[in-house]
């Protein structure tokens, strides 16, 4: 092994001007995204992997990326979906006996530009006070001013176009066709992890492409729904506000995550807005009002419901706000059997604090 | 749930004298849980027998009783006042236990006295072995295989049965007391023996050894709405077989999968959910199999803990605070994060840092000890680093350690031995990180290194980098080493000193070169939240990077040294003192800021200083230090020889020293100029003198007749002192030092055979010395002052000796020119009054004086030594009737085998005050009696 990278520079340049510099890692390139932040300690393959995330240029505060390596079966999707990784440590080496691989073969496969050695906490902090905003990763050696063009001339993320790349395009089914429940699932990019507790729920699940009609989706003949997460802005999906809307006038179950969580409100006439820099991390502490207890939850959301519309509404009802900021984390539609978190219920274990959101799900439909 | 408004008086049981195993992260805590009651009003009743302890003081707590931790002690409080409930959790093994001995006899029920934080119950199943086994199988968890002894037949049929390497742990012990690690049947019958004398109930349980697993630990919070939080998750670098407390460990874990912290979670919520009631802060730790990933529940601790202590300055999250509000009655949600004041207490804190924990070893002081670190704890103190990374994080520690090491390496001091290398690798001793080091360097294959330490590959890589980085250095000269390769190096946390002694130059060169370049420091917030949340409260570490977060206010303001990791002859009698500063310095309108490394400190409590800096007391981060914040002076008097070293490279850059100079200082401390103001002074003192050689020696002691005090001229706690009494035992006793300490200067002392030995602690202000107290010791002279039972004021020294003592302190502190501090150690012979040596600092005494006279001293000293305040300017109303004793504490306990008697080099790991009415109390006539039993010469 060789010391670690002295000279491969990088350099990461934010539509503010703000310049970071740093050293390569992942794969050489060049790549624009919205810069985000994630403070979470753990789950770096599941994160990177979240369709919630595509296109997204993510810092992680976590000091060290990367040094237990890419399991087998545990991303979030089938691909890498993040644009670009900005961190302070990236893990050279890797060390677990589950890993297939390290982290640097997964970027160079997926085509993930990153940088490193990186003051990620200055620039958590400078996305904090200005907002979250584009930025543009590079370590081919172009000139600031190269940058700053191409970073002008990128165009405005289209939900449309970030689906296409999430969503299946294809239908397909998980679970034993003779499970007790048939669960629809319209894929706007739905993490594996959620699929899979569906299928421990004893359902047998159909996953739609996120353009697929009702129609078409309710020859499946589910009993109950399911809108998941997945990236961009919820107000551009004009047309899945409607399904929700016509799936409410029925009795079936309908259960929101995330974007899913969203666009629910908004078919309730909630409005639902960007927010400076978003929650994205494992720790995001959330307290369920109907029960009173709190709960540590997966977060990777950058769209909030506006607290002050759903209180006043005569359509929803808060379930859930975060302990942290107060934003509203849950929701429940009036005399309907259909509600919506903001967090992800990504869980691998019954004693999960919110394990309970599927059961409350399956239990709407029994 | 809100808090229960029916409690108004609770009784908090402190953790005692320090032991090996309960040191001083139980003054964190039970200071903290004071604190943390009083604010939400209710009364708080203190038992601790330790006077050397902030939670003791009325700072803390509305009533303090420095009572032996006894039931009958517990009674007499129960009868003075008025007490609601009893807090157990808050010191350590010893309140638990003794909160369920006064059970057992009915007291909490006689006096009507709720138990808060956790059912009793509990105890018995997380303590007694068999029960917790049958309690985890019960809720579906793994633990090792195991069975319960009770005889050593019984053992031996377990042995048998479960086979080798099997772990004996005694129950109802702490640290892994008279626990050990059994390889070969050979020694079995041997350690089993030892294992049933050290359980207070004669039983031991035997567990299938999961040696080199993974060991991790959860440290978490419950409330009474069975709201859960994990706190940190703390990963040891050395894995399973050696304790924990023993440990390098590491915050946040880092080799841990998401699936993984799941399930380590799930069990942890598990077992204390089922456990009973339970509100506050809980320990569980667990072993888990590299390979396949099963886990295994080792232990859980239902009370703060000295994890808990690390996991509270590791995250910021101050977790003894919390649970003691738990313990009213709150849930988490209903509290604020202390450290961001905006978010919510129900968090579980995120890091942008990596904290790496060493343990502080004092095997010097055990001759004939076991230095393999085992089951059993042996660890004296600890340190914590902070960092970017792993490399600077570990290296951060090295420096804190105050063993001669300057980082990892790089220092000179490694071996060259393969084989030997190779054999500390097997058998792990303190220095076996620095060992792993040695052994990259001369080329053994990571994977080899692996196969013997069961060290994760991950470390072993990050570990692997700092050699590559020494190697790439030594190619260079200062002159053309480039920018980003020193920037690299800095990095990876090598100190200036570790650079220097690769390119062969001076550490202020390198310094200098570093300057020149711009690869300074800056310093980053602690905050809980990896910068998600704005944080109010400043407590910061030191790294390399673009944006620094401290910033420097307009206020004066005054650092204070601390002492570093706690070990013999230094411990937390300075952070009591440094506390104590801290406040004063507030009082007196400066802006306080702290430095010190050592996690189970008061004074690293994040709101006790008005700027806290988690940084090594090692030169390169103070002078970073100082130069960023252009203090108005440094106090060096509080923070034991640690702080007082650093005093000379202070006043040669200019830096004021708060309180007596360096000149005064070094005037006490340089023995040859010492000698002679005391003989301008007319003072006795025992003949002496200095020698580099054996030669020499002889020559000296020829002078001063026998017995001779032959020691180092450096030393703490009088470290490798010995007594020797003819030339024979001189000379071995001068070749042993010299081949320990090389070329250091000897000092040889006529020994005062059988003198009485007494001390003062004093304050001089320039104008008046106050004397703050006079004790006698029951010991004879040759016992260490730290070992010895020290009695306030003198029991059997007539007012003519006394008067003399007291004005040779006088003419001591006015030639001396002492501007604060002051302990003199005195031996009186035939009448006649010899002065042996004279601290210019803060004593161990200090604060059990101001805890006998109740009188705040320190407080008084610290203003003194500012200036701000005269001797004259404070009331001195001392508040005891009788006498108070200073009885030392050892842990011999843990080295079995050692020789237990005492001398010239102090053992004794803690101390204890008791107050007598007369000179007629049974136990002081038991002690007198005694007083040359342990008598080493």
């Known amino acids: ?366 | 749930m809100p808090k229960d408004t029916s409690i108004k008086s609770v009784l908090i049981i402190g953790s005692g004298p320090i032991i090996i195993g309960q040191a001083c992260e139980f003054d964190y805590s039970g200071s903290q849980a004071a604190r943390s009651l009083r604010e939400e009003g209710v009364e708080v009743s203190l038992i601790n027998s330790n006077p050397a302890t902030i939670m003791t003081d009325e700072v803390t707590a509305d009533h303090i009783y420095l009572l032996p931790l006894t039931v009958e002690s517990i009674e007499q409080i129960l009868q003075e006042r008025q007490i609601d409930c009893v807090l157990p959790t808050m010191g350590g093994q010893t309140a638990l236990n003794l909160c369920k001995e006064a059970s057992e006899i009915g007291l909490w029920e006689k006096y009507n006295v709720r138990v808060i934080g956790l059912d009793l119950h509990t105890i018995e199943t997380t303590e007694d072995r068999e029960l917790f086994r049958e309690y985890c199988e019960k809720i579906g968890l793994k633990s090792a295989p195991s069975m319960v002894a009770n005889s050593m037949l019984e053992g031996k049929d377990a042995a048998q049965k479960i086979g080798f390497p099997i772990v004996i742990r005694p129950s109802y012990t702490l640290g892994g007391t008279g626990g050990s690690i059994v390889y070969k049947p050979d020694n079995f019958e041997k350690l089993l023996a030892h294992g049933l004398q050290s359980s207070p109930v004669h039983e031991v349980l035997l567990d299938k050894a999961v040696i080199g697993w993974k060991e991790i630990e959860i440290e978490l919070l419950r409330d009474n709405n069975d709201n859960v939080i994990i706190v940190c998750t703390v990963e040891n670098l050395d894995p399973m077989g050696v304790h924990t407390g023993d440990s390098i460990t590491v915050a946040p874990a880092v080799t841990i999968s998401e699936k993984l912290q799941q399930k380590l979670k799930e069990q942890s919520i598990k077992l204390i959910r089922n456990i009973g009631n339970f509100s506050g802060g809980c320990n569980v730790q667990f072993a888990v199999d590299p390979v396949t990933e099963d886990v295994i529940v080792v232990e859980i601790n239902p009370r703060v803990s000295r994890s808990s202590a690390l996991a509270s300055k590791a995250t910021g999250y101050p977790i003894a605070k919390i649970a003691s509000k738990l313990a009213l009655g709150y849930s988490l949600d209903e509290l604020e994060n202390q450290i961001t004041k905006t978010t919510s207490a129900f968090f579980e804190p995120s890091l942008d840092y990596i904290i790496v924990k060493i343990p502080r070893w004092n095997f010097d002081k055990f001759h004939g000890a076991d230095t393999t670190l085992g089951f059993q704890m042996k660890a004296v103190g600890e340190v914590m680093g902070i960092g970017r990374n792993f490399n600077e994080a570990l290296q951060k520690a090295c420096q804190s350690l105050e063993n001669r090491k300057i980082g990892i390496g790089a220092d000179g001091k490694s071996w060259t031995r393969i084989q030997d290398v190779l054999d500390s690798l097997e058998k792990p001793s303190w220095d076996r990180i620095f060992k792993i080091y040695d052994a990259i360097n001369l080329g053994v294959p990571l994977s080899s290194i692996h196969k013997l330490t069961q060290i994760d590959m991950w470390f072993l890589n990050q570990i692997k980098d700092l050699s590559l980085i020494e190697k790439e250095i030594r190619k260079y000269t200062l002159d053309t080493l480039p920018k980003n390769l020193l920037e690299e190096a800095k990095i990876n946390g090598f100190s200036d000193a570790q650079i220097a002694w690769i390119l062969s130059v001076d550490e202020d060169e390198v310094y200098a070169k570093r300057k020149e370049l711009g690869v300074m420091r800056v310093f980053k917030t602690v905050d809980t939240c990896a910068g998600e949340y704005d944080a109010a409260t400043p407590y910061f570490y030191s790294t390399f990077g673009v944006e620094n977060e401290s910033i420097r206010s307009e206020k004066k303001k005054i650092i204070v040294l601390g002492a570093g990791p706690n070990r013999i002859g230094q411990g937390i009698e300075f952070d009591y003192c440094c506390v104590h500063g801290l406040l004063a310095l507030k009082e007196e309108g400066y802006e306080a800021i702290m430095i010190n490394c050592n996690p189970e400190t008061v004074s690293t409590d994040f709101d006790v200083a008005d700027k806290l800096y988690f940084e090594p007391v090692f030169w390169e981060h103070l002078w970073e230090l100082i130069e960023h914040e252009q203090p108005e002076g440094v106090i060096v008097q509080l923070g034991g020889q640690t702080a007082l070293k650093l005093a000379e490279k202070l006043t040669e850059r200019g830096v004021k020293i708060i309180g007596s100079s360096y000149n005064s200082l070094d005037l006490a401390e340089d023995r040859g100029r010492f000698s002679d103001l005391l003989k301008e002074l007319n003072i006795p003192y025992p003949e002496y003198g200095t020698a580099h050689n054996a030669d020499q020696a002889l020559e000296v002691a020829k002078r001063t007749g026998y017995p001779v005090l032959v020691r180092p001229s450096y030393v703490l706690g009088g470290q490798r002192m010995k007594i020797v009494i003819n030339d024979d035992e001189l000379e071995m006793a001068v070749l042993d030092l010299l081949k320990h300490i090389g070329d250091n200067q000897i000092l040889i002392d006529h020994f005062l055979d059988r003198a009485i030995e007494a001390e003062i602690d004093a304050i001089y202000d320039g104008e008046t010395v106050k004397i703050m107290g006079v004790m006698e010791h029951i010991e004879p002279a040759g016992i260490h002052s730290g070992d010895s039972n020290a009695v306030l004021p003198p029991f059997s020294l007539g007012p003519f000796i006394i008067d003399t003592m007291k004005e040779y302190t006088e003419k001591l502190c006015k030639a001396l020119e002492i501007r604060g501090l002051i302990n003199i150690q005195f031996a009186i012979k035939d009448k006649k009054v010899f002065v042996i040596e004279a601290n210019p600092r803060a004593s161990r005494t200090t604060p059990f004086i101001s805890k006998a006279y109740n009188i705040p001293y320190l407080n008084y000293a610290t203003k003194i030594m500012l200036g701000t305040k005269k001797v004259k300017d404070f009331e001195y109303k001392e508040k005891m009737e009788g006498y108070a004793i200073k009885e030392p504490v050892f842990s011999f306990n843990k080295f079995p085998g050692v020789s237990k008697e005492l001398g010239p080099e102090m053992k004794s790991t803690g101390e204890t005050i008791r107050f007598i009415k007369d000179l007629k109390d049974a136990y002081f006539r038991q002690l007198y009696r005694e007083k040359s039993m342990f008598l080493s010469k």
């Open chain 1, 1 to 366: 092994m060789e010391l670690t990278n002295l000279n491969q520079e990088a350099v990461l340049l934010l539509e503010d001007g703000t310049v970071f510099r740093g050293k390569q890692c992942g794969n050489a390139g060049i790549k624009v995204g919205e810069i985000n932040f994630v403070v979470g300690m753990t789950g770096f393959q599941e994160i990177f992997t979240d369709p919630s995330n595509c296109g997204q240029i993510l810092v992680t505060t976590n000091t060290h990326v990367g040094n237990y390596g890419v399991a087998p079966n545990e991303s979030a999707s089938n691909k890498v979906q993040i644009a670009g990784l900005v961190c302070n440590k990236f893990a050279n080496n890797y060390s677990r006996v589950q890993a297939e691989k390290g982290l640097q073969e997964l970027f160079e496969e997926n085509d993930v530009v990153g940088v490193e050695d990186i003051d990620t906490r200055a620039l958590v902090r400078h996305i904090r006070s200005k907002g979250s905003m584009l930025g543009i990763l590079s370590s081919n050696g172009e000139k600031i001013d190269e940058l700053k063009r191409q970073l002008k001339d990128y165009p405005k993320n289209n939900t449309t176009d970030l689906l296409k790349n999430v969503s299946t395009p294809q239908a397909y089914t998980v679970g034993e066709e003779t499970a007790k429940f048939k669960i629809a699932v319209l894929d706007l990019g739905v993490r594996k992890n959620i699929l899979d507790n569906l299928v421990w729920h004893d359902a047998y699940v159909k996953v739609f492409p996120y353009n697929t009609s009702l129609e078409e989706i309710n020859k499946f003949q589910p009993q109950a729904y399911l809108i998941p997460n997945g990236p961009g802005n919820p107000n551009d999906l004009r047309e899945v506000i409607r399904m929700i809307q016509t799936i409410l006038k029925t009795d079936k179950p309908l259960l929101g995550l995330g974007l899913g969580c969203q666009l629910m409100a908004i078919s309730q006439n909630v409005e639902v807005v960007k927010m400076n820099h978003g929650h994205r991390s494992d720790n995001q502490p959330v307290k369920n009002l109907m029960t009173g207890k709190a709960e540590t939850t997966i977060q990777s959301y950058s769209y909030t419901i506006n607290r002050e519309q759903a209180e006043k509404s005569t359509l929803i009802q808060i379930t859930h706000v975060n302990l942290n900021d107060e934003v509203v984390e849950g929701i429940s539609i009036k005399n309907k059997k259909a509600f919506g978190v903001q967090f992800l219920p990504i869980i691998y274990t019954k004693e999960h604090d919110s394990a309970y959101i599927y059961d409350q799900f399956f239990e709407l439909i029994k």
